[in-house]
Nanobody, 120 residues
């Protein structure tokens, strides 16, 4: 399985970005994580295999939306009302579970990351 994340960039606070994660191979539940400079990687959002169940970190709830398109084997992260503290490298990952999971240890394949920079 290979995961290719894209869509990062520079945006002003209050703006929006949509990240994409194109997968080759079989996928189950998928997730997005992020790592800011000097900080540990943290969970952002996850979506079940069916797309019918999602999970979000409290810090992004109501601002970010995770979705997936099985026909394209792609997962998206729509990020609205971006804040300076959302600045990080964002990684998509594949879990071996069918339900959304928050623990990074449940993910077995990771993409290369895409940088999101929010200017204040």
């Amino acid at each position: 399985v290979q995961l290719q994340a894209s869509g990062g960039g520079l945006v002003q606070a209050g703006g929006s970005l949509r990240l994409s994660c194109a997968a080759s191979g079989r996928t189950f539940s998928m997730g997005w994580f992020r790592q800011a400079p000097g900080k540990e990687r943290e969970f952002v959002a996850a979506i079940s295999w069916s797309g019918g169940s999602t999970s979000y970190a409290d810090s992004v709830k109501g601002r970010f939306t995770i979705s997936r398109d099985h026909a394209k084997n792609t997962v998206y992260l729509q990020m609205n009302s971006l804040k300076f503290e959302d600045t990080a490298v964002y990684y998509c990952a594949r879990s071996s579970k069918v339900v959304p999971v928050k623990e990074s240890t449940e993910y077995d394949y990771w993409g290369q990351g895409t940088l999101v920079t929010v200017s204040s």
